[in-house]
């Protein structure tokens, strides 16, 4: 074995080359097959390649006790956005001082009009608001949340009769939302489906989400993986002229959403895959399509990558996560299996991490290569 490989601290601008991206998406395309033959490779490991020195480092991850991480595994039982907060209320059967939750967004409970004042009961998810922007009833000016109507967490006793009679989807509850009551020594969660009862049975899914250097081209790789079903594509970008030279893309992918792409690629590839494009940052994806699958995360920054890991150890199979650096050519792979007791991909990380953890780190500008692979 080979000395560890060496982590820059700080290096200047330069391309990853095209060929960095495909030696990354090939050694995770390697983890992934055997996942889908039913013998997964060791997890909580990390498999770093060095392309300038031709050395490679096999590393065990070790479980941090004091992981700012969530390792809480969830159940989520499935919920038809047409039935009423008062049926879920009743199915869950809360104990007192319950709380309602909606994993990944916040509950208004009013909005007000910017210029009349006038204030309008709410009692939606904030991500409803997203999609359309409500008007005031008296002088058709756009509504606004004030920060105190912004809640993660709204008490059952506070929310009036009338709302709870609504169906799920007039709460601004998107298919796949989790919704979760919770109380101070249980909880319940739900996931909105019109589908069955999932089984529980063999994993079909990919989730990719990032589809720059390493992402575009895992996708082939991915798409011909024997057992994969279904792909779900996720990323908020559009490709650029300058990610010709360093991602997987043709020209007539210039100024294209990369999900819209790649997922058109993909239905070329293999016309009987599902392909499921969500043009949107992975903080705002529903939990319930992580749920019984395998996450491989090339996302560029630490905030991404924090939160695929708490949507992957609350209800993913595996999760991969892939990173290149180009100043020093490193590639390398990390693959955890999600569960109480797994190491997860934040436990090495240390106050710094945390600190910048919005920072985003993409392959081609200088960073610190340490904390981004």
């Known amino acids: 074995m080979t000395a560890p490989l060496p982590r820059t601290a700080r290096t200047p601008a330069t391309n990853a080359p095209r060929a960095l991206g495909a030696l990354a998406a090939s050694l995770c395309a390697l983890q992934v097959e055997p996942i889908f033959a039913g013998r997964a490779p060791a ?4 498999l770093r390649i060095d392309a ?6 096999d590393t065990r991850l070790v479980r941090n006790p004091s992981c700012r991480g969530s390792h809480l595994r969830w159940t989520l039982l499935r919920a038809d956005p047409a039935l009423s907060l008062r049926d879920v209320l009743a199915l869950a059967a809360p104990g007192r001082d319950a709380q309602l939750r909606c994993f990944g967004t916040e509950w208004v409970r009013a909005l007000r009009c910017g210029d009349c004042g006038h204030e309008t009961g709410f009692w939606r998810t904030a991500a409803s608001l997203a999609a359309a ?6 002088c058709a000016a756009p509504l606004v949340v004030v920060s105190f109507d912004l809640r993660s967490s709204l008490p059952l006793s506070s929310i009036p009769a009338a709302v ?9 509850l998107r298919l796949h939302d989790a919704l979760s009551v919770e109380w101070p020594d249980a909880s319940v969660h739900f996931e909105l489906s019109t589908g069955p009862t999932d089984p529980g049975g063999p994993i079909d899914t990919v989730l990719i989400a990032g589809l720059g250097a390493v992402g575009s081209a895992l996708v082939p790789l991915v798409a011909y993986t024997p057992g994969v079903r279904c792909i779900v594509l996720v990323d908020f970008d559009v490709y650029e002229s300058s990610n010709l030279g360093g991602q997987a893309i043709t020209p007539d992918a210039v100024s294209v959403p990369k999900v819209l792409f790649q997922a058109e690629r993909l239905r070329v590839l293999r016309p009987d895959l599902e392909v499921v494009p969500i043009e949107n940052r992975v903080e705002n994806v529903p939990l319930g399509l992580f749920r019984n699958t ?3 995360g090339c996302v560029d920054s630490r905030a991404a990558r924090v939160a695929l890991t708490e949507r992957a150890f609350r209800v993913a199979r595996f999760q991969l996560d892939v990173a290149v650096d180009g100043p020093t050519l490193q590639a390398r792979v990390q693959s955890f299996e999600p569960n109480d007791d797994a190491v997860c991909l934040v436990c090495p990380w240390d106050a710094g991490d945390f600190a910048a953890v919005e920072q985003t780190m993409p392959c081609d500008r200088g960073h610190d290569a340490r904390a981004s692979l």
Do not use: D, K, N, Y
Not at 43 to 46: L, P
Not at 133 to 138: I, K, Y
């Open 52 to 57: 300038a020195s031709r050395r490679s480092l």
């Open 133 to 138: 922007t409500p008007r005031c009833e008296r």
């Open 294 to 296: 395998l996450v491989i």
């Open 43 to 46: 997890m909580g490991c990390e």
């Open 164 to 172: 709870q009679e609504r169906p799920l989807r007039e709460l601004g």
